[in-house]
């Protein structure tokens, strides 16, 4: 076989193995997004306003946790999860310089104290608005810790 049919193939292996991965991570995204309560949540683990260290994904409520997925995984296991008396939202702001690029367009950053290390998410406003009402309306008996 010619050395040109040998590149030919292994192109289209290449883009075949592409193409899986990528239908690969759209089912993902529809599996965890099957239950309802999903929104794009960046998150780092710096406090500073850098464009250093955000990382993309996916968060999804459920009874008394909010879990986080990375975008770019195939895993069906949360990379972080927050239980929900544990997460003290700090403030929030714009995206500063580089960090616009880093995160959704339209998200605001703010700051978050919580025991997974995680220093700021990045949400849209009504994502926002949806986490801090999901963080207040613990069940009786549950601390709230929200400053905003």
Same mark, same amino acid.
């Given at each position: 076989?010619?050395?040109?049919?040998?590149?030919?193939?292994?192109?289209?292996? #290449?883009?075949?193995?592409?193409?899986?991965?990528?239908?690969?991570?759209? #089912?993902?995204?529809?599996?965890?997004?099957?239950?309802?309560?999903?929104?794009?949540?960046?998150?780092?683990?710096?406090?500073?306003?850098?464009?250093?260290?955000?990382?993309?994904?996916?968060?999804?409520?459920?009874?008394?946790?909010?879990?986080?997925?990375?975008?770019?995984?195939?895993?069906?296991?949360?990379?972080?999860?927050?239980?929900?008396?544990?997460?003290?939202?700090?403030?929030?702001?714009?995206?500063?310089?580089?960090? #616009?690029?880093?995160?959704?367009?339209?998200?605001?950053?703010?700051?978050?104290?919580?025991?997974?290390?995680?220093?700021?998410?990045?949400?849209?406003?009504?994502?926002?608005?949806?986490?801090?009402?999901?963080?207040?309306?613990?069940?009786?008996?549950?601390?709230?810790?929200?400053?905003?």
């Amino acid at each position: 076989m010619p050395l040109w049919m040998w590149f030919v193939d292994s192109l289209a292996f #290449v883009v075949g193995l592409a193409m899986l991965l990528l239908i690969g991570l759209l #089912v993902r995204r529809r599996v965890l997004a099957r239950s309802g309560g999903t929104f794009d949540m960046s998150i780092n683990r710096r406090s500073e306003a850098t464009a250093k260290g955000w990382t993309l994904g996916l968060a999804v409520y459920r009874d008394t946790d909010l879990e986080w997925y990375r975008t770019f995984s195939l895993s069906l296991r949360p990379a972080y999860r927050f239980s929900r008396g544990d997460v003290r939202i700090d403030g929030r702001r714009e995206p500063i310089g580089l960090e #616009v690029h880093a995160i959704h367009t339209g998200h605001l950053v703010v700051g978050t104290d919580n025991a997974s290390g995680v220093r700021q998410f990045a949400m849209s406003v009504n994502a926002l608005t949806g986490l801090l009402s999901w963080l207040e309306s613990s069940p009786p008996g549950q601390r709230v810790n929200n400053v905003l």
